[in-house]
């Protein structure tokens, strides 16, 4: 069930590895079926958040799908290739870009604001729940990357932009990147040096991709303190994170009081020294 060792040599050179399985068609079918339910059911979301909120900012915290997910035995066997035998979930997240729109993500290294420094103990496995291929706005990444330290990012709040504050890398060598297409349940391991974007979707089918951040219990966010996370597989032995079971139910009130908990913890750090207003990360009492 782990990786190859032709796919962990690809990610320890490069910085990514693409096409690795994850899910059945079957399964990829349900899980998409459940997503769009949701959206169908439960569009407003809840405690004055849209349901499209709680996709993109800690989802596992109040959707059991989410959390169930980041338990895939068969991706955590993958992960533990990565990152060893103790494993803990950061983040959950689903980025949708709907067919024959302008949503991108612009050049960026996924670390920069998550306030745990140059680590190289984290890792993104990202799930294709549709069919991501170029034409609808696969990631593409450049090789090797992951090896540069932490490098300036500006902040362009471009409406089309997925992410929270448009985040960009000036003056990227674009001939050097590598697009990496996904089947429905297919997935990619990213690391968070490594630049990666995507573009728009031009195709007639919506874009579906999971995010789910790995880290081990080594990993500190020293700014701030400990931060939240699911131990997911091992033991952590470092006791440096405050351990959380993830969601109970479709947005119980003791989950959503443990979300506004967690985002006013994280929200110093992920829109800190922002250039404007990071809404995804505002919490009751304005942005951070």
């Given at each position: 069930m782990g990786l190859t060792e032709t796919e962990k040599a690809a990610y320890a050179k490069d910085g990514f590895v693409a096409g690795v399985p994850a899910?059945?068609?079957?399964?990829?079918?349900?899980?998409?079926?459940?997503?769009?339910?949701?959206?169908?059911q439960h569009s407003?979301?809840?405690?004055?958040?849209?349901?499209?909120?709680?996709?993109?900012?800690?989802?596992q915290l109040v959707i059991p799908l989410l959390a169930k997910l980041a338990r895939t035995p068969a991706i955590l066997e993958k992960v533990a290739d990565v990152l060893g035998p103790n494993l803990l979930v950061w983040s959950v997240e689903l980025f949708i870009k709907e067919p024959h729109t302008k949503s991108v993500v612009s050049w960026h290294q996924d670390i920069t604001y998550w306030g745990m420094g140059e680590t190289d103990e984290e890792v993104t496995a990202w799930v294709?729940?549709?069919?991501?291929s170029v034409e609808a706005g696969c990631m593409r990444f450049i090789p090797g990357s992951h090896k540069n330290s932490i490098v300036d990012h500006a902040d362009t709040f471009d409406e089309d932009n997925l992410l929270s504050r448009g985040q960009e890398i000036a003056d990227v060598d674009e001939t050097k990147s590598v697009h990496g297409p996904l089947k429905p349940g297919e997935?990619?391991?990213?690391h968070g040096r490594c630049f990666h974007a995507s573009g728009p979707n031009q195709s007639n089918d919506r874009r579906i991709g999971l995010a789910i951040r790995y880290v081990t219990?080594?990993?500190?966010?020293?700014?701030?303190?400990?931060?939240?996370?699911?131990?997911?597989?091992?033991?952590?032995?470092?006791?440096?994170?405050?351990?959380?079971?993830?969601?109970?139910?479709?947005?119980?009130?003791?989950?959503?009081?443990?979300?506004?908990?967690?985002?006013?913890?994280?929200?110093?750090?992920?829109?800190?020294?922002?250039d404007g207003d990071v809404a995804l990360y505002?919490?009751?009492g304005g942005s951070a």
């Open positions: 899910f059945s068609a079957e399964e990829t079918a349900a899980i998409r079926a459940e997503i769009e339910a949701l959206e169908a407003a979301g809840a405690s004055g958040r849209p349901l499209n909120h709680y996709f993109r900012v800690n989802g294709a729940l549709s069919d991501v997935m990619s391991f990213h219990p080594e990993v500190r966010q020293a700014d701030t303190g400990p931060d939240y996370a699911i131990p997911v597989r091992g033991v952590d032995m470092h006791q440096g994170w405050i351990p959380v079971a993830g969601a109970s139910s479709l947005f119980h009130p003791d989950d959503l009081a443990l979300y506004d908990q967690v985002l006013k913890h994280q929200s110093t750090t992920l829109a800190g020294n922002a505002e919490t009751a």
